[in-house]
């Protein structure tokens, strides 16, 4: 029995709801989407929605900084260079070069924002992380750039008029009419459900860590938006390439904390339980090897030796340096009795960045006229199968800046008279059984973890598949009135997507990595895996 996907997952009525009208919304209130927000013109209206506080995203939360071609002693060719080879065969290669000539642009640009960026004297203290050739990672306050850009940037949306942010507000789908997205519906705990309607909307929500029980991302990333887009008609990509971060910090009963790259950047070493430093068994660039042969490595190491970890090494660096350099680590790793300087740091891979994601042009477009979207949410062609560290941070500037702009054009283009249009969607009959739902997001999330992880057969991906598929046709079927049930749709909708993109690719490539297909095929361009929901399932 087929699994059916509906098309909202809520009823509403248009003469039952409120409407609010703005010529552009954006959904997503992380990098990507407040860059796009401040690339709309005054004499346009904006809408920002975001789902909890703007202080809660990936972006926040990013550590290591942001990759660009900011040396006289780099060159862009090598940046290019560096991406194309560490994304598998994949990377789109105009979009990639694309993206780094504007690099020094963007991160100039949020300097005179107010970005407070490390220095050494007047210079930008540039680090390196895995896959780099050459020290080109900008970071701020050691191990906090991503709180240090989102302050700046939010700084100056809030000072922008025309810019309106709702913030703890979920996005629940995108409202589609003869064809093209015309806003969406949205909800919060004071006004309930609200049509927004809008010239173009932009889809901003992040990525989809969520789904795994070991993961660095925050709760809100519950992969909304990848399930909102589907649900829509819009075309997604590349979904099996979820990258693991190597360097989790692992503590049992403990939340997950990322422990960044930028450690080993500056000469952590990895070693097992034994003291074995290991890495340089599996890749002779050893720790600065691209984060899936980290990840995979630490993953053969735990199970060569039997144990749940391995541990980063910053001993033998200068403790009082290794304070400085890193004073967010050191004040986590102090709460469970660490010190960076004297004690090994017990880590392991979780789920940290989805590559795939909504299919967008090098302007940010969709498949789905009338929707752009930016960030994690995409599968923009930049990182093809394995994403070059820092280089996240870029690609939310970028197609912020891009979509933005794109969208704002358009919808100056438009006829003024927004209104409203007859969507509807009827309520179900409710089930009659009650269903246990942190029950079944608990082993969804163990589920991905064990079947869909960091190493994958077909055993393993068909077993997912047949359980996803199982909880999906009695889920999805179920109409919710609370952010509880609506996030396991997505993340059920995502998970399945996921899962049957990694068993459509019977071979190893990047951060896919299947254990019953070990060797790479030789691949022309364009041979994604792409989804496209089916009007008539």
Known sequence: ?????????????????????????????????????????????????????????????????????????????????????????????????????????????????????????????????????????????????????????????????HVETWEHTFALDLLTYEGSCRGALVWNPGHGKTLVWAKQTILATGGAGQLYRETTNPEVATGDGLAMAYRAGATLSDMEFMQFHPTVLYIAGSSRHLITEAMRGEGARLVDRNGHRFMPDYDPRGELAPRDVVAWAIVSQMQKTQYPNVYLDLTHLDGEWVRARFPGIAALCRDFDLDITQDRIPVRPGAHYMIGGVKVDAQGRTTLPGLWAAGEVTASGLHGANRLASNSLLEALVFGTRSGQGAAAKAAEMDDSLRGLPIENPAVEPGSEPLDLADIRNSLESLMWRNVGVRRDATGLTEAKENLERWCRYVLARQFFDPVGWELQNMLCAARLLTAAALARTETRGCHVRMDFPERHEIQPGQHVVFRRDEEA
Not at 80 to 109: F, H, K, M, N, Y
Request: charged letters at 25%; hydrophobic letters at 40%.
């Open 1 to 161: 029995m087929p699994v059916r996907t509906p098309r909202y997952l809520v009823p509403f009525h248009p003469k039952r709801v409120p409407h609010y009208f703005a010529d552009v919304l954006v959904i997503g209130g992380g990098l990507a989407g407040l860059r796009a927000a401040l690339s709309v013109p005054p004499e346009l209206s904006v809408l920002v929605i975001a789902k909890d506080d703007l202080s809660q995203s990936n972006s926040a939360y990013a550590q290591g900084g942001i990759a660009g071609v900011l040396s006289p002693d780099d060159r862009l060719e090598d940046h290019v260079a560096d991406t194309i080879a560490a994304g598998g065969g994949l990377c789109d290669e105009s979009i990639v070069e694309g993206v780094i000539r504007e690099s020094s642009e963007r991160i100039r640009e949020l300097i005179s924002w107010g970005a407070s960026f490390d220095r050494t004297g007047v210079r930008l203290s540039l680090a390196r992380e895995g896959g780099h050739g050459r020290n080109r990672i900008a970071h701020a306050r050691g191990d906090a750039t991503g709180k240090e850009i989102m302050r700046a940037v939010t700084n100056r949306v809030v000072q922008a008029q």
